[in-house]
């Protein structure tokens, strides 16, 4: 049987071939130390399993949901974002439940992007930009995303021919997996450029309550006006340690809301209503939980940036994100210094050059895993005599 030339534009998901190394080197008895996948290793925290055993058996729970999320569950997620940032939504016009907010994304070129459309797209990038623009038709314009301009796009260096075809810029900030963050004049420089040039702006915010040392992350429509061009996409995954779990939201301008919604009546028939009434739980109960994994993941970071540092790094400490954005030493590739770190100390990092060309000469490193792993991993480095020259 023949399979879709699309097929043919998409490599296997960067995490699978990842896994499936790992998977290979546990088999032969080695101990891994897995900074790859950013998946939080902590539990759900305990009032929102208590939420899910309540509703999993009600009746109201076991039919189909809308795909747009029930009215509770979209009004939860506007009272969140006022008391968050502020922003007031209409949650009947505003707001979309989503199966996670990697579902959303995907389907958002369907309703935007037609063959030979662009999309801007920052490099290096969580890679369903570039993915869901090719099954789309449509080609990305990479913004490269470098030290030297603080892995902010430089908006004005898109040409002008590429401007004519592009229909979206997308923003990730805090971003992965640069662990960059963005200042609300970024964000309003981002909300003037998408009115001037007729774009629908995304931004991806699925970071937004993961800072530390008293930074908090800004939402793109906190910038006045911002509705008018921006669809906000956010998700439970890693403020609630909810990954397994398959929920997040697009937020914002309301046609882009409807347009979404409308793909999405199509393909899914939405999340599990336990899940969003468990998620309910998650968005007006106690946010502590919040506060307790932030403590978790900046000493860890502190942890694995100290450690660098007396390797022979410079680097700062992360302001966001749980991602080490990592310069590979003089001589190493991306690749060579993922597969050193690998052989010769059991780390499992993940190339730069996987999120795109820009991140070439760089590794992630993501902190989901116990100090004790991190502590070890440095040991391990500096044993290997493995230094940044
Ligand atoms: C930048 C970014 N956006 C979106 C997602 C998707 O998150 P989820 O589908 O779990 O909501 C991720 C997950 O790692 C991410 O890093």
């Known amino acids: 049987m023949k399979k879709s030339k699309r097929l043919d534009l ?30 939080p290793d902590l539990p759900t925290p305990a009032h929102i ?33 006022k008391k968050r940032f502020n922003v007031v939504l209409d949650p009947s016009s505003e707001v979309c439940c989503l199966i996670g907010s990697k579902e959303g994304l995907a389907h958002l070129f369907f309703a935007y992007v037609d063959a030979g459309d662009r999309t801007l797209v920052p490099d290096p990038a969580y890679p369903v930009y ?14 490269p995303l470098t030290r030297e301009n603080g892995f902010l ?30 200042d609300p004049e970024f964000f309003k420089k981002a909300v003037d450029f998408a009115k001037k040039n007729g774009l629908l702006l995304v931004s991806d915010l699925a970071y937004s309550e993961m800072g530390f040392n008293g930074y908090k992350p800004h939402s793109v429509l906190e910038v006045p006006g911002a509705k008018e061009v921006a669809i906000e996409f956010h998700s439970l995954s890693k403020t609630y340690n909810m990954t397994g779990w398959r929920i997040g939201m697009a937020v914002g ?13 199509n393909v899914d028939s939405g999340a599990f209503k336990a899940i969003q009434f468990a998620a309910i739980a998650a ?47 003089k001589g190493e590739t991306s690749s060579s210094f993922t597969e050193k770190l690998l052989e010769k100390c059991g780390i499992l990092v993940v190339p730069g050059s996987g999120y795109g060309s820009a991140g070439e000469g760089y590794v992630r490193m993501a902190i989901t895993l116990p100090k004790e792993r991190i502590v070890l991993a440095i040991e391990r480095m500096k044993k290997a005599g493995i230094r940044f020259s």
Not at 11 to 28: G, M, N, Q, W
Not at 130 to 143: H, R, V
Request: overall charge neutral; glycine content about 8%; some cysteine.
């Open 49 to 81: 399993f208590k939420k899910m055993h309540e509703v999993l058996e009600d009746k109201d729970s076991s039919n189909y949901p809308t795909s747009k999320g029930e009215l509770s569950f979209r009004k939860a997620v506007a009272d969140w974002y």
């Open 253 to 265: 301008n309301r046609e882009a809301v409807a347009a979404l919604a409308t793909i999405k009546s």
């Open 283 to 329: 968005l007006s109960g106690p946010q502590e939980c919040v506060e307790d994994n932030n403590r978790v993941f900046g000493e860890r970071a502190k942890i694995l940036i100290d450690g660098l540092n007396l390797l022979g790094w410079k680097m700062d400490q992360l302001k966001a994100t749980f991602y080490a954005w990592v310069p590979a030493p």
């Open 153 to 182: 796009p430089d908006l004005e260096k898109v040409p002008a021919d590429v401007l004519k075809k592009a229909k979206i810029l997308f923003v990730n900030y805090p971003n992965n997996p640069t662990g960059a963050v963005a």
């Open 10 to 39: 998409i490599p296997p998901y960067l995490f699978v071939k990842i896994e499936e190394k790992k998977a290979e080197l546990v088999k032969k008895g080695i101990d891994i130390i897995d900074f790859g996948i950013g998946d």
């Open 130 to 143: 570039k993915i869901g623009t090719l099954l789309a038709g449509g080609e990305p314009y990479f913004m």
